[in-house]
């Protein structure tokens, strides 16, 4: 008699295992698509995100724009530098102008230091030229300093020499 209840024992004790184990997998195949449908959904999405770019309709058009005439890209070596004494002036045109500076900001691997060096007659452009030459970056933004920048109540005769006007780009 022992001897089948311990045979009756040993398929339930297989059969419990089983179910045990095959419910086991049921359950761990459960949350395992449970957890696939979230990644799934977060990554449309994020691939979704980066196809758009807000703010990158300004860039193309920027970069198609003709340079201004009125600014040439070399300014030329003066002995004397003229200056002047406008800092917060200089700051708020850099400021209004920002939107078109942060569309020059591309994608790139490592900080970038574009610097600036312009003069104005009147509050308004006169040459603009950037460093480092080889630059896209440095480029796009001479560019937007040339076509937008304004220093607002200036009069007419005032000339500015800006040296170095540091603009730098993290990735």
């Known amino acids: 008699m022992a001897f089948t209840i311990q045979q009756e024992a040993s398929p339930m004790k297989r059969l419990r295992s089983t ?15 449970m957890r696939i449908l979230p990644l799934t959904v977060s990554m449309m999405l994020m ?31 003066t002995k004397i530098p003229l200056e002047c004494f406008r800092k917060g002036e200089i700051r708020r045109a850099m400021h209004e ?3 078109q500076i942060q569309a020059c900001h591309r994608k790139i691997d490592q900080s970038q230091l574009v610097t600036l060096r312009m003069q104005t007659r009147g509050g308004r452009p006169t040459c603009v030229e950037y460093s480092p030459r080889r630059s896209g970056t440095g480029q796009c933004v001479a ?13 007419a005769d005032e000339q500015c020499d800006i040296h170095r006007y540091p603009f730098r780009f993290e990735p």
């Not at 560019?143 to 937008?148: F, K």
Request: proline residues 11%; positive net charge; glycine residues 0%.
């Open 47 to 77: 691939l979704t995100l980066s196809c758009t770019t807000p703010s990158a309709a300004i860039l193309p058009s920027q970069i198609d724009a003709p340079w201004p005439d009125a600014v040439t890209k070399r300014c030329p070596k």
């Open 97 to 99: 102008i920002s939107p």
């Open 143 to 155: 560019q937007a300093v040339a076509q937008h920048f304004k220093m607002l109540d200036s009069p």
């Open 19 to 33: 179910s045990l184990s095959s419910r086991s997998w049921a359950i761990s195949a459960r949350f395992h698509s």
